[in-house]
């Protein structure tokens, strides 16, 4: 059975540094692709990174490039996130997803059937 488990969120100050990680089971991350998303109270759920595993290439939402890098660790069907300077507009629940294709990668809901169940990251000072 498929099953995607999000750990290491949690509370940092602005400036500060989170590692998200995304362990799946049931199946090899090597033949899929995964994807990071945010929801923030009362706003819809939004596509934060995500990497495809046909030829590795990464996308990230332009409020969080070149903060944010998507990673993933084959041996241990693990994806992670790295989230360094962190900012107010951070927080929200951190899900990450897989598509039922190893291409492309994809800042759409919509496009991933598989779900974990969220860890949540605050930002405050």
């Known amino acids: 059975q498929l099953q995607l488990v999000e750990s290491g969120g949690g509370f940092m100050q602005p400036g500060g540094s989170l590692r998200l990680s995304c362990t799946v089971s049931g199946t090899t991350l090597r033949n899929y692709a995964i994807g990071w998303f945010r929801q923030a109270p009362g706003k819809g759920r939004e596509g934060v990174a995500c990497s495809n595993s046909r030829d590795g290439k990464v996308r990230y939402a332009d409020s969080v490039e070149g903060r944010f890098t998507i990673s993933r660790d084959i041996a241990n069907n693990t994806v992670y996130l790295q989230m360094n300077s962190l900012q107010p507009d951070d927080p929200g629940v951190y899900y990450c997803?897989?598509?039922?294709?190893?291409?492309?990668?994809?800042?759409?809901?919509?496009?991933?059937?598989?779900w974990g169940q969220g860890t949540q990251v605050t930002v405050s000072s």
């Open positions: 997803a897989q598509r039922h294709t190893s291409f492309p990668c994809s800042s759409q809901p919509r496009e991933y059937p598989h």
